[in-house]
């Protein structure tokens, strides 16, 4: 335990799990966030720590949009916890408010990491004093204050690295007690630690110095020199590096046999170490009850390693100062855990010569083992005659932990229940060590090393179904059997059932097997052989959960999505974010769920089908329906925000539906990163209701979240998913009949057409919803569909036709009082009088536009109405105000990750720069467009792109390289059918063909 406290009975601990206790009691610290956001204040030991030094540490780069929020949530939890008498609305006084930060006073020695620097002052001043073995004493004492991992149950970037700080620091402390054992003459009895410790660290030579000398001085001279050479092959291995220096002097000592290599003598002043009583283990039977290994384990070898170490690290020493090791392996049912646990524990029976106890704990079934049932079941198997072993359950664990008291017993015990049932059965003694199982994750199992299991890796799992069907079969048909282990979801327990079941049909092959998975309606089903069920071993943990615990995981299961929030969770579940968060932070411990990231959830792919299955049994097909459209209500909602603030004065989100309330922004970056992190579930909501649609009502909110993710497609990140999405709506409002929903998608697929500059495609699409527009009366996107197509006819240099939709568009804004819309037309119109030869008409309409846009407040409409200006300056040779707005307007694209724009700035500064005859800044900019453009998926842009950097390189003499580009280029704009193929053939024919090697200019590297 963590030690004492003197004032307000309170002491913390971060030397393992995050812990709190008051007057003995422990303390509901809450999620592992809010552990987090606690241990970060601990070690900040009362400095103060400002909101955003905490979302850094806490949440990193993968911050949530409403992180600020959460954590005052979280601050605000905490001090309940940790005052909770205090009168509302009085003052914290021990996690206060410091300016626009937060600290935490605390007593010196209410936190164990104080006490265990203090320990180590204590035992250097000690050793300076010539009291060494005060000073080993007090190191051990210090060393007792760590009960595993430090940190534990915490995450993001702060703990991490202080977790990694405070393991080495552990570290250093236990090669200096090593050191001070040596010097006391206690080379015999660190053996066995030394052993394990570098085994734990292998490659950390100061332990391997001090193993050799111990070994050395046992008079064990071989197996010293085993070490080295050991050492040597790791170190040669792992970092094409010899042993140091003073290992090798080592080395060297022992194989002269140095005599000063023997050990000194111990002070007058420090008697002699007592050699301890060994303990008479052969008094009593030794235990043998682990079950069999099975013969064909596959995989896991770095964990194996990790829990041999941790599990024998102290057990060999028979010393009352240590702690018993405890590791708590938690995961999904089926994901392998007991079969891990036995393989462990079969491997270390030389490490626990006294032998091995096991329990099945049956803590998921309707008849779960009693501890004192279990604890009954131990001392029999340790020869306690059974009619004096008590009744109460406390005195038989007092018994059992008295009989294991200087033995060496290794204690599984499977399928745990909770802590509350695992606390009685763990030994008491340093000698012995526990391996618990269970789902759920044992966070409040004092000690213990939590293991929190995955799935196996995908060569692992092929490995395991080759073993098991057998190996000629699998590398016969090799990647079938990959998807078969695909379709396990690389889950240990379904890919040994399938497996198995193909072994047993020698006529089947592994890709009849595939296709008999492929069906996601059966593919429970067909994971069963003998008594051996993928669905009844999920059925085990469902069945534990409570009545709001088992709705959350069925109606989660709904949505399509790679995963959820924990805001669109509140949605689908109806109920607050805070209560959403609890429910699904429970599931996370139930191993039912996993949380990939902060905030963000997730389903193994087979028990989201097991989840869907209980889904169908239990829910009404209506309440199934409304969970959907509460979610994409939610995301509507939000998105909608994310288009006001993308888009000021825009009417379009306020002719969008509106059934269900979502998030709201407080910057244009802000909304566009929320976009950009849902945009996979925000598709997978869009299909899904495309796919179930049988009535318009059911299809508007989809084709109105297409309609207000306009942002997001300008980002470039999703452009494939916006063609495959507007389809999918525009095939099933057309089914139904639906002219609105068919006017939305057709609106956002001419969107994605332009921008892969299929203009033709696009033009039919937006003139089709201007019909629609016009015979509905919709004002949804009148405005924007006339001036898209304005701009889709100029781009096909049809500039009188496109100046008159321009007018048109200009009409119905002014019209309809939208004076966003008028600069847009202003804007976008110059290039069109530029096309006719009016430039002076150009100018005037893109300084108008840019005029409105700065008067209204509009930063994005601001941005673009830049861009349309410098392009215009840039043509008449006003190129320094042209480079100046570019400069302005890509620096706001690049904030918001408007990446499309961004891309599109970067062609036309190059441009300028060519024109101003600045050749190597051209091709700076010009290298940038093309890198974005083809990071994105744009077509359109990388030709434009590579015109540039062709013009730029011709300007600096590298015609071979400017060629290159210029044919690139020529080639993607054939394909595409844009006009530009005509400049450049023309350019292209002007440039000889050459091959010179070598040309003065950039160095730049052009590939397709």
């Given at each position: 335990?963590?030690?004492q406290?003197v004032?307000g009975?309170?002491?913390?601990?971060?030397?393992?799990?995050?812990?709190?206790?008051?007057d003995g009691?422990?303390?509901d610290?809450g999620t592992?966030?809010?552990?987090?956001i606690?241990?970060?204040?601990?070690l900040?030991?009362g400095?103060?720590v400002?909101?955003?030094?905490?979302?850094?540490?806490v949440?990193g780069?993968?911050?949530?949009?409403?992180?600020?929020?959460?954590?005052r949530?979280?601050?605000?939890?905490?001090?309940?916890?940790?005052?909770?008498?205090?009168?509302?609305?009085?003052r914290?006084?021990?996690?206060?408010?410091?300016?626009?930060?937060?600290?935490?006073?605390?007593?010196?020695d209410?936190?164990?990491l104080?006490?265990?620097e203090?320990g180590l002052?204590?035992?250097?001043?000690?050793?300076?004093?010539?009291?060494?073995?005060?000073?080993?004493?007090?190191l051990?004492?210090?060393?007792?204050?760590?009960?595993?991992?430090?940190?534990?149950?915490t995450?993001g970037p702060y703990?991490?690295?202080q977790?990694?700080?405070?393991?080495?620091?552990?570290?250093?402390?236990?090669?200096?007690?090593?050191?001070?054992?040596?010097?006391?003459?206690?080379?015999a009895?660190?053996?066995?630690?030394?052993i394990?410790?570098?085994a734990?660290?292998?490659?950390?030579?100061?332990?391997?110095?001090?193993?050799?000398?111990?070994?050395?001085?046992?008079?064990?001279?071989?197996?010293a020199?085993n070490?080295?050479?050991?050492?040597?092959?790791?170190?040669?291995?792992?970092?094409?590096?010899?042993?140091?220096?003073?290992l090798?002097?080592?080395?060297?000592?022992?194989?002269?046999?140095?005599?000063t290599?023997?050990?000194?003598?111990?002070?007058a002043?420090e008697?002699?170490?007592?050699?301890?009583?060994?303990p008479?283990?052969?008094e009593?039977?030794?235990?043998?009850?682990?079950?069999?290994?099975?013969n064909d384990?596959?995989?896991?070898?770095?964990?194996t390693?990790?829990?041999?170490?941790?599990?024998?690290?102290?057990s060999?020493?028979?010393s009352?100062?240590?702690g018993?090791?405890v590791?708590?392996?938690?995961?999904?049912?089926?994901?392998?855990?007991?079969?891990?646990?036995?393989?462990?524990?079969?491997q270390?029976d030389?490490?626990?010569?006294?032998?091995?106890l096991y329990?099945?704990?049956?803590?998921?079934?309707?008849?779960t083992?009693?501890p004192?049932?279990?604890?009954?079941?131990?001392?029999?198997?340790?020869g306690?005659?059974?009619?004096?072993?008590?009744?109460?359950?406390?005195?038989?664990?007092?018994?059992?932990?008295?009989?294991?008291?200087?033995?060496?017993?290794?204690v599984l015990?499977?399928?745990?229940?909770?802590?509350?049932?695992?606390?009685?059965?763990l030994?008491?003694?340093?000698?012995?060590?526990?391996?618990?199982?269970?789902?759920?994750?044992?966070?409040?199992?004092?000690?213990?090393?939590?293991?929190?299991l995955?799935?196996?890796?995908?060569g692992?799992?092929?490995s395991?179904f080759?073993?098991?069907?057998?190996?000629e079969?699998?590398?016969?048909?090799?990647g079938a059997a990959?998807d078969v282990?695909?379709?396990?979801?690389?889950?240990?327990?379904?890919?040994?059932?399938?497996?198995?079941?193909?072994?047993?049909?020698p006529s089947?092959?592994?890709?009849?097997?595939?296709?008999?998975?492929?069906?996601e309606?059966?593919?429970?089903?067909?994971?069963?052989?003998?008594n051996l069920a993928?669905?009844a071993t999920?059925a085990?943990?469902?069945?534990?959960?409570?009545?709001?615990q088992?709705?959350?995981?069925?109606?989660?299961?709904l949505?399509?999505g790679?995963g959820?929030s924990?805001?669109a969770?509140?949605?689908?579940?109806?109920?607050?974010?805070?209560?959403?968060?609890e429910?699904?932070?429970?599931?996370?411990?139930?191993?039912?769920?996993?949380?990939?990231?902060?905030?963000r959830?997730?389903?193994?792919?087979l028990l989201?089908l097991?989840?869907?299955?209980?889904?169908?049994?239990?829910?009404?097909p209506?309440a199934?329906?409304?969970?959907?459209?509460?979610l994409?209500?939610?995301?509507?909602?939000?998105?909608?925000?994310?288009?006001r603030?993308?888009?000021?004065?825009?009417?379009?989100?306020?002719?969008?539906a509106?059934?269900?309330?979502?998030?709201?922004f407080?910057?244009v970056?802000e909304?566009?990163?929320?976009?950009?992190a849902?945009?996979?579930?925000?598709?997978a909501?869009?299909?899904?209701?495309?796919?179930?649609?049988?009535?318009?009502?059911?299809?508007?909110?989809?084709?109105?979240?297409?309609?207000?993710?306009?942002?997001?497609l300008?980002?470039?990140?999703?452009?494939?998913e916006?063609d495959?999405?507007?389809r999918?709506?525009?095939?099933?409002?057309?089914?139904?009949?639906?002219?609105?929903?068919e006017?939305?998608?057709?609106?956002?697929l001419?969107?994605?057409?332009f921008?892969?500059?299929r203009?033709?495609e696009?033009?039919?699409?937006f003139?089709?919803?201007?019909?629609?527009?016009?015979?509905r009366?919709?004002?949804?996107?009148?405005?924007?569909?006339?001036?898209?197509?304005?701009?889709?006819?100029?781009r096909?240099r049809?500039?009188?036709?496109?100046?008159?939709?321009?007018?048109?568009?200009m009409?119905?804004?002014r019209?309809?009082?939208?004076?966003?819309?008028e600069?847009?037309?202003?804007?976008?119109?110059?290039?069109?009088?530029?096309?006719?030869?009016?430039?002076?008409?150009?100018?005037?309409a893109?300084?108008?536009?840019?005029?409105?846009?700065?008067?209204?407040?509009s930063?994005?409409?601001?941005?673009?109405?830049?861009y349309?200006?410098g392009?215009?300056?840039?043509?008449v040779?006003?190129?320094?105000?042209?480079?100046?707005?570019?400069?302005?307007?890509?620096?706001?694209?690049?904030?918001?990750?408007?990446r499309?724009?961004e891309?599109?700035?970067?062609?036309?500064?190059?441009?300028?720069?060519i024109?101003?005859?600045?050749y190597?800044?051209a091709?700076?900019?010009?290298?940038?467009?093309?890198?974005?453009?083809?990071?994105?998926?744009?077509p359109?842009?990388?030709?434009?792109?590579?015109t540039?950097?062709?013009?730029a390189?011709?300007?600096?003499?590298?015609?071979?390289?400017?060629r290159?580009?210029?044919?690139?280029?020529?080639?993607?704009?054939s394909?595409?059918?844009?006009p530009?193929?005509?400049?450049?053939?023309?350019?292209?024919?002007?440039?000889p063909?050459t091959?010179?090697?070598s040309?003065?200019?950039?160095?730049?590297?052009?590939?397709?």
């Open positions: 335990m963590a030690g406290s004032e009975g309170l002491r913390f601990a971060v030397l393992g799990p995050v812990r709190a206790w008051r009691l422990e303390l610290l592992p966030l809010q552990r987090s606690l241990g970060m204040l601990l900040r030991e400095r103060a400002t909101p955003n030094e905490m979302i850094d540490a949440w780069e993968d911050a949530p949009p409403r992180a600020l929020g959460a954590l949530t979280y601050v605000s939890r905490l001090r309940t916890v940790l005052e909770p008498d205090r009168p509302a609305r009085s914290p006084e021990l996690l206060t408010s410091i300016g626009r930060g937060y600290a935490l006073r605390l007593p010196s209410a936190l164990d104080v006490r265990f203090r002052a204590d035992a250097e001043a000690a050793r300076k004093g010539g009291r060494l073995r005060e000073a080993a004493e007090g051990r004492a210090a060393l007792a204050l760590f009960e595993g991992e430090p940190l534990a149950g995450v703990a991490e690295h977790r990694d700080r405070l393991i080495e620091r552990r570290l250093s402390v236990v090669e200096t007690l090593m050191d001070m054992d040596l010097e006391l003459g206690n080379h009895k660190i053996i066995s630690e030394l394990a410790l570098t734990d660290h292998p490659l950390r030579e100061g332990l391997r110095a001090q193993l050799m000398l111990a070994l050395y001085r046992c008079g064990r001279q071989g197996d020199l070490v080295f050479t050991e050492t040597r092959e790791a170190l040669i291995d792992e970092l094409g590096i010899e042993p140091g220096p003073d090798t002097a080592l080395h060297h000592r022992i194989l002269a046999a140095d005599p290599l023997a050990p000194a003598e111990v002070p002043d008697p002699a170490a007592e050699e301890e009583e060994q008479q283990a052969h009593l039977p030794r235990p043998a009850q682990l079950p069999a290994a099975v384990f596959t995989g896991r070898k770095e964990l390693v990790r829990l041999r170490t941790l599990l024998s690290a102290q060999s020493a028979l009352s100062e240590g018993v090791p590791v708590a392996i938690s995961g999904i049912g089926g994901v392998g855990k007991t079969t891990l646990a036995v393989h462990v524990a079969h270390l030389d490490v626990f010569p006294d032998g091995q329990a099945d704990l049956r803590g998921y079934t309707d008849e083992t009693a004192e049932s279990a604890l009954g079941g131990f001392l029999r198997a340790l306690i005659p059974p009619d004096v072993i008590p009744d109460r359950p406390a005195e038989r664990s007092a018994l059992y932990r008295s009989i294991l008291a200087e033995r060496r017993i290794l015990l499977d399928n745990a229940r909770d802590a509350e049932q695992v606390s009685p059965l030994p008491g003694s340093p000698g012995c060590a526990a391996i618990v199982t269970s789902r759920v994750k044992l966070a409040d199992l004092p000690s213990a090393k939590l293991i929190d995955d799935v196996m890796e995908p692992e799992s092929l395991l080759a073993a098991v069907a057998g190996p079969r699998v590398a016969a048909e090799h990959m282990v695909a379709a396990c979801g690389f889950l240990p327990l379904a890919v040994r059932i399938v497996a198995a079941r193909l072994a047993a049909r089947w092959t592994v890709a009849s097997l595939m296709s008999r998975l492929a069906d309606q059966r593919r429970l089903d067909e994971m069963r052989v003998g993928v669905e999920f085990l943990g469902y069945g534990q959960l409570t009545s709001a088992a709705r959350a995981f069925r109606l989660l299961s949505p399509n790679p959820i924990a805001g969770a509140a949605a689908v579940l109806s109920t607050s974010a805070f209560e959403a968060e429910v699904l932070e429970s599931l996370v411990d139930a191993s039912l769920l996993e949380a990939p990231a902060p905030g959830y997730r389903f193994h792919d989201k097991f989840a869907r299955r209980e889904l169908e049994k239990t829910e009404r209506e199934r329906a409304e969970a959907l459209r509460r994409l209500g939610f995301y509507l909602a939000s998105a909608q925000s994310a288009h603030l993308a888009y000021e004065g825009s009417m379009i989100p306020d002719h969008l509106m059934i269900g309330s979502g998030l709201t407080n910057s970056d909304a566009v990163a929320w976009l950009i849902e945009g996979d579930s925000l598709f909501a869009i299909n899904q209701a495309a796919a179930a649609t049988r009535t318009a009502e059911q299809l508007l909110a989809a084709g109105d979240l297409l309609v207000a993710m306009e942002p997001l300008e980002s470039g990140t999703h452009t494939r916006f495959q999405g507007t999918a709506v525009l095939a099933a409002a057309r089914s139904i009949g639906d002219a609105a929903g006017l939305r998608a057709r609106y956002v001419g969107r994605v057409l921008a892969g500059n203009l033709r696009a033009e039919e699409h003139r089709r919803v201007h019909e629609l527009s016009r015979e009366g919709e004002k949804v996107v009148m405005g924007e569909v006339l001036n898209a197509l304005a701009v889709v006819v100029g096909q049809r500039h009188t036709e496109a100046l008159a939709l321009f007018d048109s568009a009409g119905y804004y019209e309809n009082g939208v004076p966003a819309g600069a847009l037309v202003l804007s976008y119109s110059a290039r069109d009088h530029l096309g006719l030869g009016r430039p002076e008409d150009a100018i005037a893109a300084e108008k536009g840019l005029t409105i846009f700065t008067e209204i407040g930063g994005a409409g601001t941005a673009r109405a830049r349309h200006l392009i215009v300056l840039s043509r040779g006003r190129l320094t105000e042209a480079v100046h707005h570019h400069a302005e307007c890509l620096a706001f694209f690049r904030a918001s990750k408007q499309v724009w891309q599109r700035v970067c062609s036309r500064l190059a441009e300028t720069f024109a101003a005859e600045r190597p800044d091709v700076r900019h010009a290298e940038q467009a093309l890198l974005i453009s083809r990071e994105i998926g744009h359109y842009g990388e030709a434009l792109s590579l540039v950097l062709g013009k390189l011709r300007g600096l003499g590298s015609t071979t390289r400017s290159d580009c210029l044919r690139q280029a020529f080639e993607i704009f394909r595409l059918g844009a530009e193929a005509g400049d450049l053939k023309v350019l292209l024919d002007s440039i063909d091959n010179s090697v040309e003065p200019g950039a160095g730049a590297v052009v590939e397709s």
